[in-house]
């Protein structure tokens, strides 16, 4: 039942040893930096130091008992992120595999739209782009 | 009163510098961003469409209708791209 | 685009490692032995040597195609599985969210009513039952 | 026609041995498994409920009007219960 915010690389193996004891189903989510252009060097996220952690462990809270989890865990990078590497995890953990589906979905879109967290592409050339939100991503948050 | 303003993103770049210290008698976010956009050009140019700002007070994700009475910060940003 | 069976255990993040290079989203679905009665000693699962892996391969591929899935891996175990232990696991990559959570989903749904996997929960005292098929299943397989 | 006949879970043990090869001009599997049932005690107890039967011809799910012909294996079990 935590949720982190830093700047290191996270070990999924690591963040999910003792995860859920009990549960009968875990559900991950891993979102990794994708170059679509080829062009890409990195991503930059920026975020809000004195609100995310905070606003990420009271959504935890709320799809645990929403989904009545047994366990959860957010983790979230800032900072430069290379191309491939994890941007961020959720993990679910629900005795039925269910809630620890739809728990993950319900953070991950919740994440997208409404965590405090901004996403440039650096390209090779150093020129940076915002990313820009998807229209889709606030239906997709309407779905719950 | 005086209010911590923090900008995020495109438009903390547009605004020139990530915080601010501001005096105002702002009874909601939307008076506030009407003194703030015309305080500078840069500014003027942060909050030129206000269907994609965002705001926060004292750190909870609001509406430009919301009150600032009691506030102590206020935060601006375009819409989030987390995950 | 593996699927394998197997009795012995399996480590995740061994799974994972250069799993879905290039893709934006990896989810994975992990089960666990559950003991809800407090009686269980272990679970013991039973398969059709002879269908499992091909069937479990044939389905994978048909996922990928639907979802378009850069990658999928299916491990199942059988034979005896302590409580707490993993009995199974899914992993999707994708380029997007939905199209990997969607697609563990199906897989999910589909391993449960039509993997030839049949469990069989152990009590303390030795005694022996066989799981019963959820109606709940088949309805969850109907939604895709 | 010989056919391998497999048995799974509760039926497995209900017929008392995982495999058996059978004799039999049985058209389909629901042929086939009025003669298997009327072979023992064991065999009818295995197909009592032909609701909760499943079936595979050749390692392929399937129902109980599928036809055998050239078929060589087909395993009969309980409703699958895996994940």
């Given at each position: ?71 959860w865990r957010i983790v979230h990078r800032h900072g430069r992120i290379e ?34 967290f901004w996403k440039r592409e650096i390209a090779r050339d150093g020129s ?17 | ?11 903390r770049e547009r605004v020139g510098h990530p915080r601010e210290t501001v ?61």
């Amino acid at each position: 039942m935590t949720a982190r915010v830093q700047t290191a690389p996270f070990d999924l193996a690591a963040e999910l040893r003792d995860f859920g004891a009990g549960a009968g189903a875990v559900v991950t989510f891993t979102g990794l930096v994708r170059d679509d252009t080829g062009q890409m060097a990195a991503l930059e996220i920026e975020h809000y130091p004195e609100m995310t952690e905070r606003a990420l462990s009271d959504f935890g809270a709320a799809a645990a008992q929403r989904f009545d989890l047994a366990d959860w865990r957010i983790v979230h990078r800032h900072g430069r992120i290379e191309i491939g590497d994890q941007i961020m995890m959720v993990a679910t953990a629900a005795r039925h595999r269910r809630a620890a589906f739809d728990a993950a979905g319900y953070l991950m879109d919740w994440l997208k739209s409404r965590a405090p967290f901004w996403k440039r592409e650096i390209a090779r050339d150093g020129s940076a782009t915002w990313v820009q939100a998807k229209a889709g991503d606030e239906d997709a948050l309407s779905r719950w | 009163m005086a209010l911590e303003v923090l900008y995020f993103a495109w438009l903390r770049e547009r605004v020139g510098h990530p915080r601010e210290t501001v005096t105002t008698d702002a009874a909601t976010v939307r008076d506030l961003v009407a003194q703030l956009a015309a305080s500078t050009p840069g500014h003027a140019a942060a909050f030129d469409d206000l269907a994609t700002l965002r705001c926060a007070v004292d750190q909870k994700l609001t509406d430009l209708d919301a009150p600032l009475s009691g506030a102590r910060e206020v935060a601006f940003f375009p819409p989030m791209t987390g995950g």
